[in-house]
């Protein structure tokens, strides 16, 4: 049995869930269509979801269709979860790009189209909702083409009065954009030749597969119209799946924790077969993780078995994988894996309402952070503060919900602020002796520093030989120089950077290590006065498109908001300004965008990285450590 898993993705409210509860029904998996309204849909499981009506987690159900096996991959909308989109994606084989007939082409549509793209995803469009009053297909044609792609091949004959209908029909002037792709079906068809059907369909399924073209379907998941033809298109996709023989392969694209705690990991195989008892090898470690339990979706049920096969999703209960681990030989993955290198541009504090819920909050957060690699949380060593990064203020506000909701903590959260990071300007050198005061510490130091491009990171060397200064006393310094890199002269990480260790000295019997622990991070401080710190913030990729009316406007605001703008184009009735934008302007710019042109524009964006920050410099209060503080001041006093 052929095996393809498809992702199902749309903007917010343009019907993918209902689409989802659709396809299974028509199927025969279940009796009764689930409702979003209602919070009766098989794939929006989380009270969150039901409650706001939008997908927050991809969630995997199946189904079968003549004699292949669909699996369906409901994946989020919303721009705060993009993270969980793209992981989804690497895992398909195709896709269905869901656009409400209503709407149109919305903002998050045009990022998803993008992503299907950039991973060579084949995908079939599916306009939604046409039994809605007042559709114009011929309006959300025009606007497919202006911006998404002019090579859609319009699958359906769709008649919306008196009554409504959706025929598989295609006349010979509907195949013009598969003949006009082709230079041997266009002689013929310029010659006047008959064409063959046949060949119109391969050269079809042919661009199809290569990303070049997009089907397009109509329907009304809710009332259940035109999910048949649209299975059918689903169920000629082609799977990306290895031999049942050949050697194992799969990955981990989602991890979710059910009641009481217990872990769910969730991995598509790509090659060979995987069995109960089985001990397999992470790629890229020496990690070996034994198969105790193997689940599968099957029938819109997911059902324990004893061996999967190749092209599965794969639900493994309590194993450590984690997201984006690969098992077996990575080297037979057919598509690269999707791993963000985007990093939280936010953060924020956060405690419990009852200090008695502190250890928790802490657990809750370690199993959400574990499920979304863009949220993280951190707790200061001293102050023993809770410090929450994340991507978006939705992001944030779910978070809170989902403590309220499945871990019944009440939290507390700080004002959001953006996370900057300081770079040292120049090289400098600097040491601090034994027995000089102000030293209180039996040790002797001396480091370098050294910028490094931006995007670098911290780089590290020890220039003294384990010989002149035992292991434990370089491990020590090594400790605090970690240390000393979260705190700037700011009050910020430090990035960007080579430190050296050049100098070492001890004096038995009565050093330890925890004097070269403690004076590592002073002298790093110490080097970074002498070479000054600048402020880096997060920068945004933008495009953004708005109507040719508005085109000042739009040139103007986004400058305004400290943007470069590095080039302006005009398609149709667009302009298209493309730039860089400091991430802390992006929520005011887009709010602005939307109110100059009525709605119509839209600003999409990706994380560019780190950047010499153009604000006010921004200071971050620094964590107390009374003993090392003491020594500061001592240190920063004998400066001046």
């Given at each position: 049995m052929k095996t393809v898993n498809i992702g199902i993705l749309a903007h917010v409210d343009a019907g993918k869930t209902t689409l989802t509860e659709s396809l299974l029904y028509t199927s025969g998996t279940i009796?009764?269509?689930?409702?979003v309204d209602k919070g009766t849909t098989r794939t929006d499981s989380m009270l969150l979801e039901k409650q706001r009506g939008i997908t927050i987690q991809a969630s995997v159900t199946s189904f079968q269709w003549g004699d292949t096996k669909i699996n369906l991959v409901d994946t989020p909308g919303h721009m705060d979860f993009l993270a969980e989109v793209y992981r989804s994606l690497s895992v398909l084989d195709g896709a269905v790009l869901v656009i409400s007939a209503k709407d149109g082409v919305q903002a998050q549509t045009r990022i998803l189209f993008h992503a299907l793209q950039s991973m060579k995803i084949p995908t079939l469009l599916f306009i939604n909702k046409i039994d809605q009053s007042g559709v114009d297909l011929q309006k959300v044609y025009r606007d497919i083409k202006d911006k998404l792609s002019t090579e859609i091949l319009i699958k359906q004959r769709v008649e919306l009065f008196p009554d409504l209908s959706v025929t598989d029909q295609m006349d010979l002037e509907q195949w013009d954009i598969v003949i006009a792709g082709d230079d041997e079906l266009l002689e013929k068809y310029t010659l006047g030749e008959q064409l063959d059907i046949a060949a119109l369909k391969?050269?079809?399924?042919?661009?199809?597969?290569?990303?070049?073209?997009?089907?397009?379907?109509?329907?009304s998941a809710k009332k259940n119209i035109g999910t048949p033809s649209l299975i059918d298109a689903i169920s000629n996709v082609d799977s990306t799946t290895g031999n049942h023989d050949a050697e194992l392969c799969g990955n981990v694209f989602k991890v979710e924790y059910l009641e009481k705690g217990r872990r769910m990991v969730y991995l598509r195989l790509y090659g060979g077969a995987l069995h109960t008892k089985d001990t397999v090898m992470v790629a890229d470690g020496d990690e070996k993780i034994k198969i105790n339990e193997i689940r599968v979706p099957s029938k819109g049920e997911v059902c324990c078995v004893d061996v999967a096969s190749s092209g599965e999703?794969?639900?493994?209960?309590?194993?450590?994988?984690?997201l984006n681990d690969v098992i077996g030989n990575a080297e037979l993955m057919p598509r690269k894996i999707w791993s963000d290198f985007s990093r939280p541009m936010m953060r924020a504090t956060i405690h419990p309402v009852k200090e008695a819920e502190r250890e928790l909050l802490l657990e809750a957060l370690t199993e959400i952070a574990d499920v979304d690699p863009l949220l993280r949380y951190d707790v200061d060593s001293i102050t023993h503060e809770i410090t929450l990064s994340f991507l978006g203020k939705v992001q944030?506000?779910?978070?809170?919900?989902?403590l309220a909701e499945k871990y019944n903590i009440a939290a507390a959260l700080g004002d959001p602020t953006v996370i900057f990071m300081e770079r040292p300007l120049a090289k400098s050198v600097y040491t601090i002796h034994i027995a000089v005061p102000p030293n209180p510490f039996w040790a002797s130091i001396g480091l370098s520093i050294e910028p490094l491009p931006l995007g670098s990171g911290i780089r590290y060397e020890s220039r003294v030989s384990v010989g002149y200064l035992n292991q434990s006393f370089q491990n020590a310094v090594a400790d605090g120089i970690r240390y000393g890199c979260e705190q700037g002269l700011y009050g910020w990480e430090i990035t960007d950077c080579k430190i050296c260790f050049e100098y070492g000295l001890y004096f038995s019997p009565v050093s330890t290590p925890a004097d070269f622990r403690s004076l590592a991070p002073i002298v790093l401080e110490q080097a970074l006065r002498k070479s000054g710190t600048e402020l880096l913030e997060p920068y945004l990729s933008f495009t953004v498109y708005a109507p040719q009316e508005y085109m000042s406007r739009a040139y103007n605001d986004v400058k305004k908001y400290e943007a470069t703008v590095g080039s302006t184009d005009i398609k149709g009735s667009e302009v298209i300004l493309s730039g860089e934008i400091p991430a802390r302007y992006i929520q005011e710019c887009r709010e602005e965008l939307a109110l100059c042109t009525?709605?119509?524009?839209v600003c999409l964006t990706e994380l560019k990285g780190y950047q010499v920050s153009t604000s006010s410099p921004v200071y971050q209060a620094r964590r107390p450590n009374p003993k090392l503080d003491k020594t500061r001041y001592l240190f920063n006093k004998l400066d001046t």
């Amino acid at each position: 049995m052929k095996t393809v898993n498809i992702g199902i993705l749309a903007h917010v409210d343009a019907g993918k869930t209902t689409l989802t509860e659709s396809l299974l029904y028509t199927s025969g998996t279940i009796a009764e269509l689930g409702s979003v309204d209602k919070g009766t849909t098989r794939t929006d499981s989380m009270l969150l979801e039901k409650q706001r009506g939008i997908t927050i987690q991809a969630s995997v159900t199946s189904f079968q269709w003549g004699d292949t096996k669909i699996n369906l991959v409901d994946t989020p909308g919303h721009m705060d979860f993009l993270a969980e989109v793209y992981r989804s994606l690497s895992v398909l084989d195709g896709a269905v790009l869901v656009i409400s007939a209503k709407d149109g082409v919305q903002a998050q549509t045009r990022i998803l189209f993008h992503a299907l793209q950039s991973m060579k995803i084949p995908t079939l469009l599916f306009i939604n909702k046409i039994d809605q009053s007042g559709v114009d297909l011929q309006k959300v044609y025009r606007d497919i083409k202006d911006k998404l792609s002019t090579e859609i091949l319009i699958k359906q004959r769709v008649e919306l009065f008196p009554d409504l209908s959706v025929t598989d029909q295609m006349d010979l002037e509907q195949w013009d954009i598969v003949i006009a792709g082709d230079d041997e079906l266009l002689e013929k068809y310029t010659l006047g030749e008959q064409l063959d059907i046949a060949a119109l369909k391969r050269i079809e399924k042919q661009r199809f597969q290569e990303c070049t073209l997009f089907p397009l379907y109509h329907g009304s998941a809710k009332k259940n119209i035109g999910t048949p033809s649209l299975i059918d298109a689903i169920s000629n996709v082609d799977s990306t799946t290895g031999n049942h023989d050949a050697e194992l392969c799969g990955n981990v694209f989602k991890v979710e924790y059910l009641e009481k705690g217990r872990r769910m990991v969730y991995l598509r195989l790509y090659g060979g077969a995987l069995h109960t008892k089985d001990t397999v090898m992470v790629a890229d470690g020496d990690e070996k993780i034994k198969i105790n339990e193997i689940r599968v979706p099957s029938k819109g049920e997911v059902c324990c078995v004893d061996v999967a096969s190749s092209g599965e999703i794969v639900i493994l209960p309590g194993t450590p994988l984690k997201l984006n681990d690969v098992i077996g030989n990575a080297e037979l993955m057919p598509r690269k894996i999707w791993s963000d290198f985007s990093r939280p541009m936010m953060r924020a504090t956060i405690h419990p309402v009852k200090e008695a819920e502190r250890e928790l909050l802490l657990e809750a957060l370690t199993e959400i952070a574990d499920v979304d690699p863009l949220l993280r949380y951190d707790v200061d060593s001293i102050t023993h503060e809770i410090t929450l990064s994340f991507l978006g203020k939705v992001q944030m506000e779910i978070v809170c919900a989902l403590l309220a909701e499945k871990y019944n903590i009440a939290a507390a959260l700080g004002d959001p602020t953006v996370i900057f990071m300081e770079r040292p300007l120049a090289k400098s050198v600097y040491t601090i002796h034994i027995a000089v005061p102000p030293n209180p510490f039996w040790a002797s130091i001396g480091l370098s520093i050294e910028p490094l491009p931006l995007g670098s990171g911290i780089r590290y060397e020890s220039r003294v030989s384990v010989g002149y200064l035992n292991q434990s006393f370089q491990n020590a310094v090594a400790d605090g120089i970690r240390y000393g890199c979260e705190q700037g002269l700011y009050g910020w990480e430090i990035t960007d950077c080579k430190i050296c260790f050049e100098y070492g000295l001890y004096f038995s019997p009565v050093s330890t290590p925890a004097d070269f622990r403690s004076l590592a991070p002073i002298v790093l401080e110490q080097a970074l006065r002498k070479s000054g710190t600048e402020l880096l913030e997060p920068y945004l990729s933008f495009t953004v498109y708005a109507p040719q009316e508005y085109m000042s406007r739009a040139y103007n605001d986004v400058k305004k908001y400290e943007a470069t703008v590095g080039s302006t184009d005009i398609k149709g009735s667009e302009v298209i300004l493309s730039g860089e934008i400091p991430a802390r302007y992006i929520q005011e710019c887009r709010e602005e965008l939307a109110l100059c042109t009525n709605g119509l524009g839209v600003c999409l964006t990706e994380l560019k990285g780190y950047q010499v920050s153009t604000s006010s410099p921004v200071y971050q209060a620094r964590r107390p450590n009374p003993k090392l503080d003491k020594t500061r001041y001592l240190f920063n006093k004998l400066d001046t």
